[in-house]
């Protein structure tokens, strides 16, 4: 992912209102992020604790998504449906991002349960718990990560369909 200033994020938000803009508040690391690791950046938000931030690299440009996490949470422990992570290092919960356009303002939303942290993109590039000698590694990470790619860019275009 390319690097993205906090101006860049503010002006592509999608399915968020102008006053749920303004109240965005940036991750206390947000100048430390090293974006070259990431396939998307997300965080929590530190003042509002049951929304959270999406960033997502296109074509033509980023797409920033408001994400509201469910207060009700899975009764078993579940697996993230962005980096399929099968370590289970960290809680998938569920977010819902509203929809862009009529849709979003009629109150439609997409789920998605995603790692709570957002260490998505970390988790792509651990190798498996057990492989074989003379496995690939850098190939089963490599698909990882395009899978994770795939999944995310998937959502967003289900957000973003009008």
């Known amino acids: 992912m390319k690097p993205v200033t906090r101006q860049d994020i503010l002006s592509s938000f999608q399915g968020a209102t102008r006053s749920e803009v303004k109240k965005v508040t ?12 990431l396939e998307f950046y997300g965080w929590r938000d530190p003042k509002l604790p049951k929304r959270s931030y999406v960033v997502v690299p296109r074509e033509d440009g980023v797409v920033t998504l408001l994400l509201t996490r469910a207060d009700a949470k899975p009764r078993a422990r579940a697996m993230c449906s962005w980096c399929h992570d099968v370590n289970l290092t960290d809680e998938a919960v569920l977010y819902s991002a509203r929809r862009a356009g009529p849709a979003g303002r009629r109150g439609d939303t997409v789920g998605v349960l995603v790692c709570k942290t957002f260490r998505c993109s970390r988790n792509a590039r ?12 850098d190939a089963i990470r490599a698909e990882r990560i395009a899978d994770l790619t795939r999944r995310i860019e998937a959502f967003t275009e289900s957000v973003l369909a009008a």
């Open 126 to 137: 651990q190798l498996p718990p057990a492989y074989h000698k003379g496995t690939d590694l």
């Open 26 to 37: 940036f991750a206390p690391d947000f100048d430390d992020v090293d974006f070259d690791t």
